[in-house]
């Protein structure tokens, strides 16, 4: 089905950010996130709390993205989702509304999956960013999930290797709270290696056979390094800060990229996209985009709005899925786990 005037009303509920976004086909005319800033004081995101603060700001935020996509509702063709995976509160709010909306509309419903839209955000179309050919590696890397995932088509996706226990995201916010930094604390750790010396302090990369990553023995032993090393010196992390968060990153770099590596290697696959949150993180945008001189790869870096949760990368995928026509009824059911 092919139809030049599509336009898609995203929208993404997932956790704690509530985002719209508008798409004209594959192009994003709104993309409009509401933070919710509340689960700094608890650090970390309280459930209830964000489902709460979502019911507040998904009716402001979906009107802020029609108007500054300047069309009316009227105009929609079709409303897209998160149906998961997610927190359960948190999506329902999104669901609930978007059930409701294409209702009241009479046009078709789209659920997708949030970890394929990380992987399809890179189909924006975007000025200066170019896409992917089919078959890619996309590398989805994010506060709940790591994954090697083999993409051979738009719904065609396998994942060939993922965490055993933490992801990535959790492994760089336990070790900046390990260093008395604020949640969200990868940002900061980022912040700090960027003028540190990645090689001031060695910490053993997880011996984890295949394709899965570990990163729950790292935690533990960058716990166990600072200790030691405050009982020595009160004031080492004041002191060595930088230092400490460039090494922090700097291992965390090289076990992404060593299983990069031997995912490629295994699959022949020289084309590698990277996607979620922790995929704006300087470090690891540097060592993919060195990648292709070292290895000759073709590699792609998100646009850096593209990279958090946002609902333009759900729209994206809402525009494939309404092309092949794949549409939802009103029983459709928000999970908190949900598989590719």
């Known amino acids: 089905m092919q139809n030049s005037e599509v336009f898609i009303l995203a929208i993404e509920s997932s956790c704690d950010d509530t985002a719209a976004a508008v798409l004209h086909n594959d192009k994003v005319l709104s993309n409009v996130v509401a933070n919710q800033h509340i689960h700094a004081q608890y650090g970390g995101v309280v459930p209830e709390l964000a489902s709460r603060a979502h019911q507040q700001n998904i009716v402001p935020v979906i009107d802020a993205a029609l108007r500054q996509a300047n069309i009316s509702k009227e105009q929609l063709s079709a409303i897209a989702f998160t149906q998961g995976p997610g927190l359960m509160g948190s999506l329902l709010v999104g669901s609930s509304f978007a059930k409701s909306m294409a209702l ?140 400490i968060c460039a090494s922090i990153q700097y291992t965390i770099v090289e076990i992404l990229m060593d299983k990069l590596k031997l995912a490629v290697k295994e699959t022949g696959i020289k084309q590698i996209a990277i996607g979620g949150g922790v995929s704006a993180n300087s470090g690891i945008r540097k060592a993919i985009k060195d990648a292709e001189q070292k290895y000759d790869w073709k590699t792609f870096v998100p646009k850096f709005e593209y990279t958090t949760d946002n609902a333009a990368m759900i729209g994206i995928v809402g525009y494939q899925k309404f092309l092949s026509q794949q549409f939802e009824t009103a029983a459709v059911v928000s999970k908190a786990r949900i598989q590719f």
């Open 104 to 243: 009241a509309l009479a046009i078709p419903l789209v659920s997708v999956n949030h970890m394929q839209a990380h992987i399809l955000a890179h189909f924006i179309d975007e000025e200066g960013f170019e896409k992917p050919c089919f078959p890619f590696l996309a590398l989805t890397i994010s506060g709940g999930h790591t994954q090697i995932v083999q993409v051979n088509d738009f719904f065609d996706m396998t994942i060939i290797g993922e965490t055993t226990d933490d992801a990535v995201g959790e492994a760089f916010d336990k070790s900046a709270k390990i260093l008395g930094l604020p949640y969200p604390g990868g940002p900061l750790v980022d912040k700090h290696a960027q003028v540190g010396n990645p090689k001031a302090f060695a910490f053993t990369k997880p011996k984890v056979p295949g394709l899965n990553f570990s990163f729950s023995g790292l935690k533990t032993a960058i716990l166990y390094f600072v200790q030691k090393k405050k009982l020595e010196n009160p004031n080492f992390i004041k002191e060595n800060i930088n230092d």
